[in-house]
């Protein structure tokens, strides 16, 4: 007899064609909650200019590329990163800390989504997404460059 989970996770992923203003709200609230009061998002935005897109101000707030930069996201974890050759460039993980263990569960699947064959390079992020994504211990055989 088949095993079937209780329910799946779903993660849509947002590039410069579909990543509003609701999403970026969305990821200052999950920034909140990550950080315990950090407000990066909030100052990226105040300081950007009126023709940018919502995405290029987060590439721009996390040294990431906003040609290549992509976000996957639901309730309770973002990860946002760009893409360069075979490499993975994650600028920061943010998720809801009120709801750590779906979260943090969440989080691995979605960069075993994202990750595939690609190497990932931490060099860009702080150091609480670094020590999540190695707490996460993902397979070996993906590699990572802090």
Request: proline share 1%.
């Amino acid at each position: 007899m088949e095993t079937k989970a209780l329910y799946t996770d779903d993660f849509k992923i947002y590039d410069d064609t579909n990543f509003q203003e609701k999403d970026y709200l969305h990821l200052m609230k999950l920034e909140l909650l990550t950080e315990n009061g950090s407000d990066d998002l909030n100052y990226a935005l105040t300081k950007s200019r009126k023709d940018e897109s919502f995405l290029t101000i987060l590439a721009r707030c996390y040294n990431l590329d906003p040609k290549t930069t992509q976000v996957i996201y639901n309730s309770n974890m973002s990860i946002i990163y760009d893409i360069k050759d075979d490499t993975l460039r994650i600028g920061k993980i943010l998720y809801n800390s009120n709801n750590y263990d779906v979260a943090y569960y969440q989080i691995k699947i979605a960069i075993e989504k994202i990750a595939q064959d690609k190497n990932i390079d931490l060099s860009l992020s702080d150091k609480n997404t670094q020590d999540l994504y190695n707490k996460i211990n993902l397979n070996n055989d993906i590699k990572s460059r802090s």
